[in-house]
């Protein structure tokens, strides 16, 4: 009720594609998800030469992109703040990027680096997601999502960057593998976490976007997952294959009936 | 173990009708809750006139009830602290009442608030229903719930007033529309806040009211609600339907081996 | 990612038998468990006698245990620190010990004392298993189970001790009867305290033993039990007959795959 309202225009679906194929990066926009993300972590090999080639393609596909579809938004998805990788990722931002996503976050000192970071390359207008993905991500989310004056009547976090991220994602593979679990069909091992997510990102005001689901090529199980993560408070989902983005939409955009409700 | 062993006498059922409505106020007893709720804030348009006219006729309802049901517990449900309608709805308290209801109570002060403005009016005695239905109130439900001496070692909590608060219910559908999720019929949304108000109303001593079952006249989905209800350690039903008291009593009452077992 | 990656050797399984029960405990060690455990708590009768009784048995078991399976860990289960038994269980001590569980474990100040006490018989080396089986223990987890410098970034718990516990259970049964819920066959209504547990567990570093399953001689349910345990991401189970053992490493310990994929 007294719970803030601001909710992003759309963001209902948010496809990834690697940072090291400049032509997979180009045609992200033609699934017209709400949010392209160019991919420099997971979808590129864990060397500092493939990330090093990425941060280039990157940079030129931020550019390409800009110009021939200045109407998507895109975000980089940098490496973690505390791995090796993310100073020198700091180099693949251009002025033209709508935001930033920053994956296995878990500390607002982390968060507060990356702010004064971008602050000191003339990039404070990026957004950021906050990719809550490990045990301690989850644990510390309250801290990591809350925006000035938003939060519950709790005394002051340390080192926290107020209103420093505007969405968030909860990484169901990455969070289990931290945790040494294992993950399941039903997903039973992740309703706790899944659920906090969304309720703390929703107590502060922040977009936050569903897991990913990794079984391609099954649109049933796709549409069953979306609908539990809209049921659970998400407005929209991590997409890793074009087919996805429809399949997203299909779920998270408000029915007439919502529609007219809200009116 | 050593968590509080406090236990109202009986709680398996509180019964609402609308606070507008003397002949169907004046039934409330027929069903035999445990408490009579009459309801001055979802069940009366959202006006200033017809809160008005609830008042009286809630006021009304009070000493006829008192009158004639006098065994009857009755709590009058006040439109949220933070709402317009608030200070008004003092008027409609007389000294007859068994306690309040505090709808949608998300913050520490809100409930100070309430409190103060029940001593300066001599009704310092009312008991307190903390309604925890908004994903602040859940968030926030540890320092609304807190009696005094009775939490976990953490820090004083700002503007909380202790004990203050004698039973809680948690809201469903309430809850997920603040949410922004979807209520489903396996529930699993809210299965997460839902176990958190039953265990934090547990660990503070204070009676604990399950979700509302919405469907009329289908015994079977509310007595299996009600189930799971009890597994989570509620101790009774909010009911909307005189039907659903029997139904509620079934469930939470004690069988025959469990009060042989407690002596 | 950056939770701590201490794991035990291996603590797949945890075998209880009765203190009291000399021949029985002389056995424990031929189901081949990662871990004995002498119990003094629930499997000895409530009253100072059959304590008393118990822990001569469990001082001749250590002994024995040590000169005849010198490979097999053993843990003496205490009766909970707030009990009136604690002091007189601290007799029941020996060297041969590898560690403790402190069941209901609630309050740092009382694992505060424990500490304490092992330190002043000269068991400092002690091994402590923290037993979270009640409402109080389980939203407590947190300060119970933090290490020196491990935690998230939130204040200075009082009373804590910094590291002292190892390992940790999640006790459903118990935690069930505090809450006053039911305990059903889904487990549903400890989903949530289930899920925290090993979460918490994991961000501290500490080793998690999964929930009893009471119902004996039915393999498939203690195996689709485990399985679910292991899924939230706990390493073994407890243990409460010989039986048990083997299904608890069919399904904690890691597949061939497993391991060629940590290499
Ligand atoms: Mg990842
Ligand atoms: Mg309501
Ligand atoms: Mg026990």
Same mark, same amino acid.
Request: glycine letters at 8%; hydrophobic letters at 45%.
């Given at each position: 009720?007294?719970?803030?309202?601001?909710?992003?225009? #759309?963001? &209902?679906?948010?496809?990834?594609?690697?940072?090291?194929?400049? %032509?997979?990066?180009?045609?992200?926009?033609?699934? #017209?998800?709400?949010?392209?993300?160019?991919?420099?972590?997971?979808?590129?090999?864990?060397?500092?030469?493939? /990330?090093?080639?990425?941060?280039?393609?990157? &940079?030129?596909?931020?550019?390409?992109?800009?110009?021939?579809?200045?109407?998507?938004?895109?975000?980089?998805?940098?490496?973690?703040?505390?791995?090796?990788?993310?100073?020198?990722?700091?180099?693949?931002?251009?002025?033209?990027? +709508?935001?930033?996503?920053?994956?296995?976050?878990?500390?607002?000192?982390?968060?507060?680096?990356?702010?004064?970071?971008?602050?000191? &390359?003339?990039?404070?207008? @990026?957004?950021?997601?906050?990719?809550?993905? =490990?045990?301690?991500?989850?644990?510390?989310?309250?801290? *990591?999502?809350?925006?000035?004056?938003?939060?519950?009547? /709790?005394?002051?976090? !340390?080192?926290?960057? !107020?209103?420093?991220?505007?969405?968030?994602?909860?990484?169901?593979?990455?969070?289990? +593998?931290? @945790?040494?679990?294992? &993950?399941?069909?039903?997903?039973?091992?992740?309703?706790?976490? #899944?659920?906090?997510?969304?309720?703390?990102?929703?107590?502060?005001?922040?977009?936050?976007?569903?897991?990913?689901? =990794?079984? @391609?090529?099954?649109?049933?199980?796709? *549409? %069953?997952?979306?609908?539990?993560? #809209?049921?659970?408070?998400?407005?929209? /989902?991590?997409?890793?294959?074009?087919?996805?983005?429809?399949?997203?939409?299909?779920?998270?955009?408000?029915?007439?009936?919502?529609? !007219?409700?809200?009116?």
């Amino acid at each position: 009720m007294s719970s803030p309202t601001v909710r992003l225009p #759309r963001y &209902r679906s948010a496809l990834f594609a690697p940072a090291n194929q400049l %032509e997979v990066l180009k045609k992200l926009p033609r699934s #017209r998800p709400d949010l392209a993300i160019l991919d420099l972590e997971d979808a590129v090999p864990d060397s500092a030469e493939a /990330k090093q080639q990425a941060r280039q393609v990157a &940079r030129e596909a931020q550019v390409w992109l800009a110009a021939h579809h200045p109407e998507q938004a895109v975000y980089l998805r940098l490496n973690a703040v505390q791995s090796p990788y993310f100073a020198d990722d700091l180099d693949a931002l251009t002025p033209t990027l +709508a935001g930033v996503v920053l994956p296995k976050l878990e500390r607002a000192a982390d968060l507060a680096e990356a702010v004064e970071q971008f602050g000191a &390359r003339g990039l404070a207008h @990026l957004q950021i997601m906050a990719g809550l993905e =490990t045990v301690a991500g989850v644990e510390n989310a309250g801290e *990591l999502l809350q925006g000035p004056g938003k939060g519950p009547s /709790k005394g002051p976090s !340390k080192g926290a960057v !107020k209103g420093a991220v505007t969405s968030a994602y909860f990484g169901a593979e990455d969070y289990v +593998a931290d @945790l040494g679990g294992v &993950r399941t069909a039903a997903g039973l091992e992740v309703l706790y976490p #899944r659920s906090r997510v969304a309720m703390l990102a929703r107590l502060f005001g922040v977009a936050a976007y569903d897991i990913v689901v =990794t079984k @391609l090529r099954d649109d049933a199980a796709f *549409l %069953e997952d979306a609908r539990v993560g #809209r049921s659970l408070g998400y407005g929209g /989902k991590l997409c890793i294959h074009p087919a996805q983005v429809a399949l997203s939409h299909q779920v998270f955009s408000p029915s007439p009936e919502e529609i !007219k409700r809200a009116w």
